[in-house]
Structures are given as C-alpha cells and as structure tokens.
C-alpha cells in the first residue's frame, strides 16, 4: 500500500530543495523580465504565465526533471515572451495578431449586442463595473470599452463643469474614435 502521509526523507528533502531554487530563480527571473511579466494579463501573458505554473510545478515534483532543465524552460518562455512583446511594441500588424483590439460595448446609453455577443459579456458584467466605478445612472457614461486586458474602461460623460463644453466633447470623441 502506498504512503499517503509520507514516502521517504530523500524525495521529501528534494522537493523542499527544488522548491527553494526553482522559487529564487523565478524571483529574479520575473524581476529581470520587466513589468510586462507581472502586468494585467492579456491572452498571450496569460498563457506564459500558465505554462511557467506547469514547469514550476513539474520541476519541483516530477524525479526526472532535472532543475536546470526545468530552470532551461522557464527562461527560454521568458526570453520568448521578452521578444515577443519587443517585436510587437515595433510592428502594429504582429501586435495585433498577438493581442485583442480593445471594442465598445456600451456608447451613449446604448447597449451594443453585437459587440457583446462576440465579446461573450453581458448586461450585468457591465453594469457591475460602472457600479464598481461609483456610477450607477447610464447617462452618466460616454462609452465602456472592453479592453485588451479584459477589463472593462468606464468613459464618463464630460461634466457640465468644464468652461467650454465643446473642448470636453472632442476630448471624449477623440478617445472613443479608434476604438469604433
């Protein structure tokens, strides 16, 4: 029958070893990566993030992997992610194959279906983020955009306040119109 508690001191002592390199190593792997690494996750952040879980985990569990194997693939998804990001920050068509345009799902008091069916949001998920956003009236909101990030952006409306409400309306207009 096999130990459920506990199997032997070496393999105990060897996932405690690992664990405390492959920890230290992703530390200062992260920190010399950049922000980018820690950033509001995208799609393709995400699933660098994901895939350095798996390798984490398998080096610090997994007998036949060897820590500089593990630490070999953890660094080349890093490297990979850094050239990646570098190459898209260059080239807008490579940017915009590798990242979600950010789209407007909701523009002055209007609620727009086709959007949110091809974003899979719903009216709620909406509402709970301009709610989050202390608004709680639609025509309080210029637009909402949801974003690369998956989060969704409140634009309120320009508040009467402004002296020239004109300038207040071509500042909204101009942050709204590469998105529509």
Known sequence: MEMIFFDNVDKLGRIILTTVVVYVLIVTF???????STSQL???????????????????????????????????LYLLQFLVTKYASVSP????????????????GQFLPDAMRDERLTR???????????????DEVEAVVFESDAKLTIIPKPSPSYSNNQEA??????????LM
């Open 30 to 36: 992260t920190k010399i990566s950049g922000k980018r």
């Open 42 to 76: 995208n799609n393709f952040d995400w699933i660098v993030t994901v895939m350095i879980g798996s390798l984490s985990a398998s080096t610090i569990l997994l007998k036949g992997i060897p820590i500089i194997e593990g630490m070999a693939a953890i660094l080349s």
């Open 93 to 108: 068509q490579f940017s915009s194959f590798i990242l979600s345009e950010p789209r407007i799902v909701f523009y002055q």
């Open 124 to 138: 709620q998920e909406i509402e709970c983020a301009m709610r989050s956003e202390g608004i709680h009236n639609f």
């Open 169 to 178: 309306d071509d500042t909204v207009s101009e942050t709204i119109a590469p």
